[in-house]
């Protein structure tokens, strides 16, 4: 470890802390090392360089106040063999080409836009809850109601570039030059970049299809091909576009709500509570609508509750930084790999009390659920979206959707531990039993699911079957057959 570097784990010759970096669930042996070596410690794997920021006053300093400096992505060999010289917006370093995209994104889901995006939004979370209703046993798959390829697209792209991935390429340069026979992940990567192709450019078809025959459904796409020189963005870029939202968009939203649906059966006075309130502000004549979240206070603490107690990115995506760095006494050398710990920073006891329990009345008593006699100036509400400049852009449509789905769930069923079949004693849900790929979800897992009362089971049949005309817009335009003009 250079001598200006922050503090870390003792290295070894030539491989640095290579031997001991965790592969499995690695967050968690990040946080137990961001005790000992504070907020911003260092790694060495190999020659290779890697900060991790722990706290929410290091965010700030190491990346929110360094936007020009801290917004890259570090170079990922697994991501090269997949996407070539196409790009997609998460994994592109910063440059001209992230901020032609990005500038689209942040047109296309601003806080206004997404209001144009709410009657597909009400429709699916109308769909989710009529799911639940008439199937309750699946719920765990309803809320993942995703294009297969897709799924399938996300899988083989997290096992290539995940920490742990099969094999080590990202950590052992060596492994790069074993020729095809010996290395399975090189044909695995063209089988993504296939299936991402295929896919893509497909959807974008479909897209161009309905601009061209005056069929538009209001997708943002649309918008996209509308301005395209403006963007400055061509075929192959928009179409990636494309996939890069479906993947950053879908598994995030439903592994959330999963933890959601969770929470809520294990905490079964957090979910009572806030039932109560949600009585008493829709009551049961009418159905949820996203302007209620305002009057809801202690569902908006149980929202935030969750994202803090099961990060859905518990180390966000890496950033690098383009030039050296001096924090404090230290230099972070250029092209450093740079982790947000989001677990770390939600579980950090000089900010959170009790930091490992579910308490959302931690955020009734301070807006950003910190214990009292913490000084709040520059903290965020939502280090579970990253930092700086590479912020998710995704936030208020994942926000749409969670608060439209929670207080669905919330309305109309009553969420439950399972009980044992032979001695009707409940069975726990293990929050700690959770898959990190892209994303970290539960393991599935049981849930006694019911309707709240008959009547609201009524609506909810009543509201599905109006949702039929947003949904008729959209059908058959999220799967593409092999006739597409794709190459
Ligand atoms: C619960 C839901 C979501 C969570 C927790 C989440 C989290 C994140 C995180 C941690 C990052 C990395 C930020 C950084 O590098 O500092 C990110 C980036 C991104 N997210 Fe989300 N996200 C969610 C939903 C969405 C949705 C719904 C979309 C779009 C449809 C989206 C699109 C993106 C994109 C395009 C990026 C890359 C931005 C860039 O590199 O400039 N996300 N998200």
Not at 71 to 97: C, F, K
Not at 390 to 401: E, F, K, T, V
Request: include cysteine; charged fraction near 25%; hydrophobic fraction near 40%.
């Amino acid at each position: 470890r250079e001598q200006d570097l922050p503090p870390g784990p003792p290295t070894v010759a030539i491989i640095g802390n290579l031997d001991i970096f965790p592969t499995v669930h690695p967050y968690l042996k990040l946080t137990e090392w961001a005790k000992a070596y504070g907020d911003i410690y260092s790694l060495k794997l190999g020659p290779k360089t890697v900060v991790v920021v722990s706290s929410p006053r290091a965010v700030r300093e190491c990346i929110d106040l360094r936007g020009s400096t801290m917004s890259g992505r570090p170079y990922m060999y697994g991501v090269e063999l997949i996407y070539g010289d196409a790009v997609d917006l998460v994994l592109v370093d910063y440059g001209p080409t992230w901020k032609a995209l990005r500038r689209t994104v942040r047109d296309a889901l601003s806080g206004e836009a997404c209001m144009r995006h709410l009657p597909i939004q009400h429709a699916e979370a109308t769909q989710l809850m009529y799911d639940f209703l008439e199937n309750p046993q699946n719920f765990y798959t309803h809320i993942y109601s995703i294009v297969e390829d897709i799924d399938n697209d996300m899988r083989l792209i997290g096992d290539l570039v995940k920490p742990g991935g099969t094999p080590p390429i990202e950590l052992i340069p060596i492994l790069r030059y074993i020729p095809e026979r010996w290395a399975p992940w090189k044909a695995q990567a063209r089988e993504v970049r296939a299936l991402q192709r295929r896919l893509y450019f497909g959807l974008l078809d479909l897209c161009i299809d309905r601009v061209d025959n005056e069929k538009r459904n209001g997708c943002f796409i649309e918008d996209v091909l509308d301005h395209q020189e403006e963007y400055g963005l061509d075929y192959e870029k928009i179409a990636y576009l494309i996939g890069t939202l479906m993947v950053a968009g879908a598994d995030t939203t439903a592994v959330y709500l999963r933890f959601f649906v969770a929470c809520m059966a294990t905490y079964s006075d957090v979910q009572a509570r806030a039932q109560q309130e949600i009585d008493s502000v829709i009551g049961s004549s009418r159905t949820p609508e996203v302007d209620d979240i305002d009057s809801l206070p202690f569902l908006k603490a149980v929202i935030n509750e969750v994202h803090r107690f099961r990060p859905t990115a518990p180390l966000a995506i890496p950033h690098t930084n383009t030039v050296d760095e001096r924090i404090g006494n230290f230099v972070i050398p250029k092209d450093s790999t740079i982790l947000l710990n989001v677990w770390g920073i939600y579980r950090h006891e000089d900010y959170f009390e009790n930091p490992n329990e579910f308490l959302p009345d931690r955020y009734m008593r301070s807006e950003y659920g910190t214990k009292p006699g913490v000084d709040t100036t520059g903290l965020r509400n939502d280090y579970g979206f990253g930092a700086g400049r590479r912020i998710c852009p995704g936030m208020h449509l994942a926000n749409n959707s969670i608060i439209l789905n929670v207080m669905n769930f919330l309305w109309a069923f009553n969420f439950n531990v399972p009980k044992d079949s032979v001695t009707g004693e409940p069975i726990a849900i293990d929050l700690d039993n959770n898959t990190l790929d892209l994303t970290l979800g539960p393991n599935p897992y049981e849930c006694d699911i019911k309707p709240r009362s008959e009547a609201k089971a009524n609506m909810i049949r009543a509201r599905f079957a109006a949702a039929g005309s947003t949904f008729a817009l959209f059908d058959n335009q999220t799967t593409v057959n092999e006739t597409s003009k794709s190459k």
